[in-house]
């Protein structure tokens, strides 16, 4: 049984930082992508940053030079750090995790396995 648990989240003011973490367990898949999402109030949910086993990576616009994603070496922890962080990147953040991944993807139908997520509050 995959399950993913997100730690990490909370509230800054903007400019600040946050480091994300995300424990995976339970997968035997060796092509795997995992990532992070986030859904702020009232949209819907967006790919913010992906990795595969490889460590290659890719990144929304809006995130791109701000937030890095970074792994372990077998995928057991996923990592997401945030800096410069602006308001409107308040969202509950979520990892997810897509088995048996082609190629790297932002769009959250293509993810099978969620975490429960963590609240991320950038106040102005």
């Known amino acids: 049984q995959v399950q993913l648990v997100e730690s990490g989240g909370g509230s800054v003011e903007s400019g600040g930082s946050l480091r994300l973490s995300c424990k995976v367990f339970g997968y035997r898949y060796r092509r795997v992508c995992v990532g992070w999402f986030r859904q702020a109030a009232g949209k819907e949910r967006e790919g913010v940053a992906v990795i595969n086993r490889e460590g290659n990576t890719l990144y929304t616009d809006s995130v791109k030079g701000r937030f890095t994603i970074s792994k372990d070496s077998d995928i057991k922890t996923l990592h997401l750090q945030m800096n410069t962080l602006k308001p409107e990147d308040t969202a509950m953040y979520y990892c997810?995790?897509?088995?048996?991944?082609?190629?790297?993807?932002?769009?959250?139908?293509?993810?099978?396995?969620w975490g429960q997520g963590t609240k991320v509050t950038v106040s102005s």
């Open positions: 997810a995790l897509r088995p048996l991944c082609e190629r790297l993807s932002l769009a959250p139908e293509d993810y099978n396995y």
